[in-house]
Structures are given as C-alpha cells and as structure tokens.
C-alpha cells in the first residue's frame, strides 16, 4: 500500500474548526483515502472516507486536492472530544478488505 | 448493535508462555483482521480472516498465528512469548463485497503484558 505523512501534532481551541493534513504523494487511481481516529483507551475509529470528490458526513468533511496527492480532515467546531491520534490511509480495492498501513498519525490536542 | 468485542481486555504473561486472545466480530461482518499497536511501532497488520481462511499476513514471526470459526468469531495465538509481544492487540471487523469502502470496526482491544 502507499505510504501517507502526517504532521506528528497539531493544536486547536475548543469550538474552532481544525484542518488535519495528510500528504500520499503516491497515491495510485484505485486507493481510497480513509480517515480513523484513536481515543484514549479504545480502539480507532472510522471517521470518512472518499476517492476523488470532497465528502461530507456527521463527524467530518474530507477535502482532497484535485491532484488526489493530499487531502485536509476537517472538523467543523472542535470540542474536547475531539482530542485523538487522527490516521489517514490508503486502501486498494485488492477483492479482500486488505490489510492497512497505518502511520503515527496527529496527534490532536484541543484547549478549552 | 454490539460492536466489536475483544476478551480479555488484560492479560499478563511471563516469558516463554503461550497466549489466545478472541475477537466476535458484529453481527453480518464475515471479515477479521487483527493488528499489535506498540508506542514505537504504531499500528501493525498481523493478518486477516474470511470464511475461516487466512487471506492476508503481516510481517509477523510465525510465533503468532490465528484462526476464524464458522460464526465468524477469531482467536489469535502468540506461542513462546518474549518481552517484546507486550502490546496492544487489536481485532477489526468489516463487511465483505465492499472493497475498499468498507470501514473498519474495530474493538478495544486486548493489552497483553509479558514479564
């Protein structure tokens, strides 16, 4: 699978938006990009994921450049909830739910 | 619907023992895939499971080996344990037929500590 880069961390205020980056410079036309989170103590968790065109869902919006090499998580009003490691991948439609490659993620701190 | 459940949730080993962790997938999801999370090395696939056959394997000794049921459930086993199996073992579960589109349900995991 491609490889993704993400900052190590990024900071944010409580109840403004926040803007996670990942770049995947070698993204092949067949990857997905998907984003999960990691709260503390618990399992990740599937947040968005999308292809070509920018997605919207009740957690997150997901912006990917037109060249598909980057793509920005945004969350619309961070709430303290919100403090996670954030993981973007790549998935290849390869017929099996193919193993994942996961980085170190950002780390998200969010200030009250 | 009940998620994904992992069990133990801790287990302490010493060195040299064996260990078996379970995973039961959510109800309908036929695919198990099971990934060690350490502080240095991140989230690591070990392998995946559908219709009881392994079909896809991390870069993993052959110490950890795994296996599905017919109700989808997985176990995974670490035989001679060492220090450096410590980690937190997780368990995803998803949909098959969905590709690359299908999310990731994973549990809590199990945290395994070898002494």
């Known amino acids: 699978d491609a490889k993704t880069t993400q900052p190590n961390s990024m900071e944010s205020n409580e109840e403004e938006p926040v803007h996670l980056p990942c770049n995947h410079s070698t993204i092949s036309g067949t990857d997905y990009i998907h984003w999960y989170r990691q709260l503390p103590s618990q399992g990740p968790e599937y947040v968005i994921h999308g292809l070509t065109s920018n997605v919207n869902n009740r957690m997150a919006s997901l912006a990917i450049a037109e060249d598909r090499k980057s793509s920005t998580l945004i969350l619309h009003r961070a709430t303290l909830r919100d403090a996670a490691v954030y993981y973007c991948i790549l998935r290849r439609n390869t017929g099996a739910n193919s193993k994942l490659t996961f980085g170190k993620g950002i780390t998200l701190s969010v200030r009250p | 619907k009940a998620g994904v459940t992992q069990t133990p949730r801790y287990l302490i080993k010493t060195r040299g023992q064996q260990v078996t962790l379970s995973c039961s997938p959510i109800s309908g999801h036929r695919s198990v895939s099971w990934y060690q999370q350490t502080p240095g090395q991140g989230l690591q696939f070990l392998f995946e499971?559908?219709?009881?056959?392994?079909?896809n394997k991390g870069n993993f000794p052959g110490r950890f080996s795994g296996r599905q049921f017919s109700n989808s459930r997985s176990e995974m086993n670490v035989s001679t344990l060492e220090l450096g199996d410590s980690a937190l073992y997780l368990c995803?579960?998803?949909?098959?037929?969905?590709?690359?589109?299908?999310?990731?349900?994973f549990g809590n995991g199990t945290r395994l500590t070898v002494t």
């Open positions: 499971y559908f219709s009881e056959t392994q079909r």
């Open positions: 995803a579960s998803s949909l098959l037929g969905q590709g690359a589109t299908a999310p990731l349900h």
